[in-house]
């Protein structure tokens, strides 16, 4: 099959700045912390580098992903890769300007030596923000395109499950230190049920995505909307239960606070966040199931 390469007015449109200035400022990014030496970090906490690691990963995966959609956008190749391109390119963005938003307040919270500024530092965290914003304005240049060319994950129950599974990649390195950390006054099966909520949730937003993006939802063995209604109900109950977990360890931390490092409360009060935030989204996103669902049993 012939490569059709883009015609020069196509290496001026919206999607192909946006995503070359996504490629040049997430390589930038993760190049300037690599760069950073022991020094330039904050070296009172104990659980630097989880969240240096968790920062890295995401700059360099999403740079990764980009510059491969960037390529297979110019040379015209997507229309030979089996999945649903419109879903994915909208995925990337989305979830990648969720992602560096976490990164552009995690780098200057917890890793950055506010004692001891370097221009590389400041530089990485003005970079990061620059690169959140890229990816916003990829999210903002795709939805305002034709719904068909948008497709399922462009819609308000898309948007919901990329901010789910958002949330759960949030949970990763809170999770990790709490669990691999020093003890922090928190009951070990607090721990292990947070865990357990956490991952069942991650794994169904991973199958949910996979379905869409590889378009197998015909080939589900229940229809897909009831597929999606149960995953969203099962995600409400086990994350209202992280919820109600997240609380009790604040109260917890409140009445142990002289033994407890400012920072380590800190991270459980994030935590508690990110999770109230997420079960907001299971919530809205099984009402719009049990709307479809009665949509189509009324029809």
Same mark, same amino acid.
């Given at each position: ?15 192909? !700045? ?27 906490? #104990? ?12 700059? @360099? ?9 960037? =390529?297979?956008?110019?040379? &015209?190749?997507? #229309? ?41 530092? !400041? ?5 990061? @923000? ?9 999210? +903002? ?13 462009? #819609? ?9 599974? $958002? ?22 099966? &607090?721990? $292990? !049920? #947070?865990?357990?909520? +956490? ?20 080939? @589900? ?24 977990? @997240? ?29 109230? =935030?997420?079960?907001?989204? +299971? ?17």
């Amino acid at each position: 099959m012939p490569v059709i390469v883009l015609e020069a007015k196509d290496f001026t449109s919206p999607l192909f !700045v946006v995503r070359t200035w996504e490629v040049l400022s997430s390589c930038t990014t993760f190049s300037l912390v690599a760069s950073l030496d022991s020094s330039e970090l904050n070296k009172n906490l #104990s659980y630097l580098n989880t969240f240096r690691i968790f920062c890295m990963f995401t700059w @360099c995966f999403f740079f990764t992903l980009t510059l491969l959609i960037h =390529i297979l956008s110019v040379i &015209q190749f997507h #229309s030979l890769i089996p999945i649903s391109w419109k879903n994915l390119t909208m995925t990337v963005a989305v979830l990648g300007a969720l992602m560096c938003l976490s990164t552009s307040v995690v780098f200057p919270w917890i890793i950055m030596d506010h004692q001891k500024l370097s221009t590389h530092t !400041v530089a990485a965290a003005v970079l990061s @923000c620059l690169t959140f914003l890229a990816y916003t304005s990829e999210s +903002y240049v795709l939805r305002t395109q034709a719904h068909e060319q948008r497709g399922y994950m462009g #819609s308000m129950p898309g948007l919901l499950k990329i901010l789910q599974l $958002w949330g759960g990649c949030q949970m990763i390195p809170l999770v990790v230190d709490v669990v691999c950390g020093p003890p922090s006054g928190v009951h070990c099966w &607090q721990r $292990w !049920v #947070s865990c357990m909520s +956490y991952g069942v949730c991650i794994f169904m937003s991973l199958v949910t995505l996979v379905v869409i993006l590889g378009d197998f939802a015909g080939r @589900c063995l229940l229809p897909f909307d009831r597929f999606l209604a149960g995953f969203s109900l099962i995600g409400v109950l086990f994350y209202m239960v992280a919820t109600v977990i @997240c609380f009790t360890k604040i109260l917890q931390l409140r009445d142990i606070r002289h033994s407890i490092p400012n920072k380590g409360s800190e991270l459980v009060i994030a935590e508690t966040v990110v999770a109230s =935030i997420t079960l907001l989204a +299971y919530t809205v996103d099984l009402a719009f199931s049990i709307k479809l669902l009665c949509d189509r049993s009324h029809a």
